[in-house]
Each structure stands twice: as structure tokens, then as C-alpha cells.
């Protein structure tokens, strides 16, 4: 069984900064690319940021400049530090790995999701 497991969200005034932290637990072989989507109300899902185990990164065009993605590989975690909030950023976050599982007999590559943490910025 493989959890991701995001912390972090809350309430932040335009301007203001927020850091969101994902951990990633259970029977991990590898962990390849993490990352980052958002959902807000109305519109698509969206990619924010990626980040591969070697540390190459890349962003959306909205967040470049403002967001900076990192990882702490011994760790299996994943954070995104968010600069300069606008209220266009509010959105449910969602930690994403695409990552090698064990069991018993074998083993599974996919990716996988955490449940979600709200970002709200706003006055």
C-alpha cells in the first residue's frame, strides 16, 4: 500500500507566501518524478510543477518566478514553497508520484495521488 499524504494548505493573503509538503509512505522502491496539480472550482486541472529524482524541475507558466518546487529524495517527501500568492492561485493541491511499488512477487510502476489540501488566497 503506497499514501501520499499532503500537509500544509490554509488561508494566506495575496502577497503572502505558503509552503505545502507531501509525504510519500508504504512499500516504495523508487520514487521518479513528483509534483504538484491544482483544481479550482470552474476550471481544469492544472499542472503547477515537477520535479524528477535528479532535481530537474519545471513549471507552469502561471507559477514561474513565484513557486519553487524541491524534494528530499531519503525522505520520499516533496514541497512546493508558493511566493507572492494571487487569488487566481486558490485551489485544492494535490501531491502526485510516479513511482515503483514492491509486493510480494513482484513489483508495479505508477502514479499515484494524495487526497488534497486547500489553498485559498485571499483579503
Known amino acids: 500500500q503506497v499514501q501520499l499524504v499532503e500537509s500544509g494548505g490554509g488561508l494566506v493573503q495575496p502577497g503572502g507566501s505558503l509552503r505545502v509538503s507531501c509525504a510519500a509512505s508504504g512499500s516504495i522502491f523508487a520514487i521518479n518524478v513528483m509534483g504538484w496539480y491544482r483544481h479550482a472550482p470552474g476550471k481544469q486541472r492544472e499542472l503547477v510543477a515537477t520535479i524528477t529524482s535528479g532535481g530537474n524541475s519545471n513549471y507552469a507558466d502561471s507559477v514561474k518566478g513565484r513557486f519553487t518546487i524541491s524534494r528530499d529524495n531519503a525522505k520520499n517527501m516533496v514541497y512546493l514553497q508558493m511566493n507572492s500568492l494571487k487569488p487566481e492561485d486558490t485551489a485544492v493541491y494535490y501531491c502526485?508520484?510516479?513511482?515503483?511499488?514492491?509486493?510480494?512477487?513482484?513489483?508495479?510502476?505508477?502514479?499515484?495521488w494524495g487526497q488534497g489540501t486547500q489553498v485559498t488566497v485571499s483579503s
Open positions: 502526485y508520484a510516479d513511482l515503483t511499488r514492491m509486493y510480494y512477487g513482484g513489483s508495479d510502476r505508477r502514479a499515484y
